[in-house]
């Protein structure tokens, strides 16, 4: 049976048909009845085919049917890809939910988007949509991925008791039907923005939404060369499925388009031991990750001898000179590579295998921007680190910055020595990486590097601090306020049942008002400056963009998040969250016994070391930029309290109310 390819659903069925068995797609610490386990469990592209099929006879036997809305209320896990693929085999519409919701949230989505279904990851989360249910929320049927303990309510089912109440009553004809009568303009998914500028609205997401934001993820020389080879690279899954950004980075282009091998994480918090036992070909992620590397490094860096310190630094400035050979696709000079070689074999390599990151041929940065000498550091170890910029409504790619070839060399002109260098360039840079073979610890291939390097390879271009060029079928222009516009096949269809809204979001000739503020540089390099609604006015008339400050505020050592303060007010201000893990760090190594989160901000010596980081960042900026107070938090923000959407951006309205006597006491006289 040959399925549809312009579906996802199509796309999943012909990958499983292909590699069957022999092929693994999911693995994570949870066994095949959907619970927790100390080891890890996989399964083929064959058992997770099956398994959807079965759990999709199942929600057609409790009645769910083309066009329903059926919620997925789940942490990234293997059931949340099969419950999806099952709820598409019914030609019906999923509502992927964060597992973070509070019960009013998630009886607000599950009843505007008209869902009767709700599958929830565990019996917590089922037992959260029981009690939606009771608040009156038109819920008919929960069902948990894994096991429920004690008495079932009526109407709550397990995944395998689903899966054993379609066996025998829908036929294999009747799903193979269903799936190949999906077409590309059907409706897959409704996507809840995160809420961080009002109340949550459903961007309807289309098979032609997803399916053309796939192939212009995975458009570029690298990825095309990766999927011909036939490689089955692993992806550390993190990023919540249910965002547009986790969904398509890992699910859609990791799996469906790329035969990839999904390995759950078990947690955020679990990433650098999951890194370790994994030892992962790519990693998609948020920000924080890349910078959480690359703090932790620099800060046990500070504490070693002069030598170490020195050496560090020699490798970071070659690095910066490497990654500044690949902004503008020049050719480092000779001596600049050997010493580059050096310094992978002296430190990079020596970073990357304790961190686990030693066979990681691909990094992606998305939902935030991500400060430069992260970049660079990351890039100097030989990871093609890729940030990319989008949203939910774009399904959601609409720049990606990834290593591609400039205009001065066409890869589709190239003659055969080109040709041979292009493919000892993806041996080095691709399938090599990913065994762990790094390419200046063998003399052959450091040799076969330089010949790539100094024909063709140099011409890769990859600029830090952008988001890079617009992907394949994408127009881009800047509105004269500086908004960024779009138009592309990736754009949604609008919002569900919000016309205004959805008449709001775009232009008169068609174009989508991204929210967000930006220019494009001579290379055709996007580079956002700031979201629209986020522009401060001082009192003075003074346009200040809070977004670069506060990275410039958290890039420091000690600091782990800000928020600035300063619209319609006189001067700026800040709400400041330390790094508590760096400073007992620091304590440790001052003599500076353990205390508590409260008494290390009232702490003389922990407030002279914060306030020195807050200098350094006002002496880069213009008098009328500068932080005149701050405020030192005891607590993070966290998505548990509110601050934050479940991708790690900052609420500011939210921060603004609860911290409202705070903020009203640095402005007080």
């Known amino acids: 049976m040959n399925y549809r390819t312009d579906t996802l659903c199509g796309l999943f069925h012909n990958q499983a048909l292909r590699y069957g068995d022999q092929v693994e797609l999911l693995r994570a610490k ?21 398994e959807a099929m079965g759990f999709a006879r199942g929600l057609m036997v409790l009645g769910v049917k083309k066009g329903d809305r059926v919620v997925i209320f789940s942490e990234s896990r293997p059931r949340w890809v099969i419950a999806d693929q099952a709820v598409q085999a019914c030609c019906a519409v999923g509502v992927p939910l964060y597992p973070t919701l509070t019960v009013e949230e998630l009886g607000y989505m599950t009843s505007d988007s008209g869902s009767k279904i709700i599958i929830a990851s565990n019996q917590a989360r089922g037992e959260m949509a029981i009690k939606a249910k009771a608040k009156g929320v038109p819920i008919d049927k929960i069902i948990t991925m894994g096991s429920w303990e004690g008495a079932k309510p009526e109407g709550v089912y397990t995944f395998d008791e689903v899966i054993a109440l379609g066996q025998g009553k829908v036929s294999d004809e009747v799903l193979e039907k269903n799936i190949n009568s999906v077409t590309p303009d059907d409706v897959t998914s409704i996507i809840y923005t995160s809420g961080t500028t009002g109340k949550p609205k459903g961007a309807v997401l289309t098979q032609k939404n997803w399916v053309s934001n796939m192939l212009q993820s995975s458009n570029s020389t690298l990825a095309r060369c990766q999927k011909e080879l036939g490689l089955h690279l692993t992806f550390l899954v993190h990023l919540p499925m249910c965002h547009v950004f986790g969904r ?48 932790t490094t ?70 935030g921007k991500l400060a430069k000498e992260v970049c660079v550091f990351i890039r100097s170890m030989g990871i093609q680190l890729s940030e990319g910029y989008g949203l939910t409504e774009t399904s959601p790619v609409i720049n990606f910055n990834e290593p591609e070839f400039n205009k001065s060399f066409d890869v589709s002109q190239a003659n055969g020595f080109q040709k041979k260098m292009l493919d000892m360039t993806v041996d080095l840079m691709v399938t090599k990486q990913s065994q762990g073979l790094s390419p200046y610890t063998n003399p052959v291939r450091a040799l076969s590097l330089s010949l790539a390097y100094n024909t063709i390879a140099h011409k890769l271009q990859i600029k830090p601090g952008t988001v890079g060029r617009p992907v394949l079928w994408t127009e881009e222009k800047i509105a004269e306020d500086g908004e960024i516009l779009v138009k592309g096949p990736q754009v949604f269809k609008g919002y569900w049942n919000l016309p205004d809204a959805t008449k709001e979001a775009f232009t008169e000739d068609g174009w989508f008002k991204t ?26 008339g003074k346009n200040i963009a809070p977004h670069p400050i506060e990275l410039a505020i958290i890039g420091k050592p000690y600091i782990d998040q800000a928020c600035l303060i300063g619209d319609a007010r006189k001067y700026i201000c800040a709400l400041v969250v330390p790094d508590y893990q760096e400073l007992r760090r620091y304590c440790k190594h001052n003599g500076i016994p353990e205390i508590s989160n409260a008494e ?46 479940p991708t790690l951006k900052l609420k500011r309205r939210i921060v603004l109310e609860k911290y409202k006597s705070e903020i009203e006491s640095m402005y007080q006289g």
Not at 35 to 50: G, I, L, M, V
Not at 358 to 363: K, Q
Not at 522 to 540: A, N, P, Q, Y
């Open 30 to 50: 949870i066994d095949k009845n959907g619970n927790p386990s100390s080891e890890w469990h996989s399964r083929t592209w064959k058992e997770a085919r099956d």
């Open 248 to 295: 398509t980075s890992d699910y859609h282009v990791g799996a469906l388009q790329q035969g990839g091998i999904l390995v759950f994480a078990e947690s955020f918090d679990k990433i650098p031991k999951n890194l370790q036992e994994i030892r992962p070909n790519v990693v998609c992620s948020i920000p924080r990750l890349w910078e959480k590397i690359y703090d």
């Open 298 to 367: 620099k800060s046990i860096i500070s504490r070693q001898n002069q030598t170490t310190q020195s050496i560090f630094n020699w490798a970071m400035k070659l690095g910066e000179q490497y990654s500044d050979a690949m902004a503008s696709a020049t050719r480092m000079n000779q001596i600049g590579l050997l010493q580059f070689a050096a310094a992978n074999i002296l430190v990079f390599n020596k970073i990357k295998k304790t961190a686990g990151l030693d066979h990681v041929v691909l990094g992606v940065s998305g939902g």
């Open 515 to 540: 929210g967000d503020i930006g220019e494009f540089d001579s290379d055709g390099f996007l580079r956002i400056t700031d979201r629209k609604k986020e522009l401060f006015v001082t009192s003075g």
């Open 600 to 645: 290390l901000i009232a702490h003389e010596k922990i407030k002279a070391l914060l306030q020195k980081q807050i200098d350094e960042v006002n002496e880069t900026l213009p008098r009328y930029e500068q932080i005149k107070y701050y405020r030192l938090m005891e607590n993070p923000f966290s998505i548990e309290s509110g601050e934050l959407t």
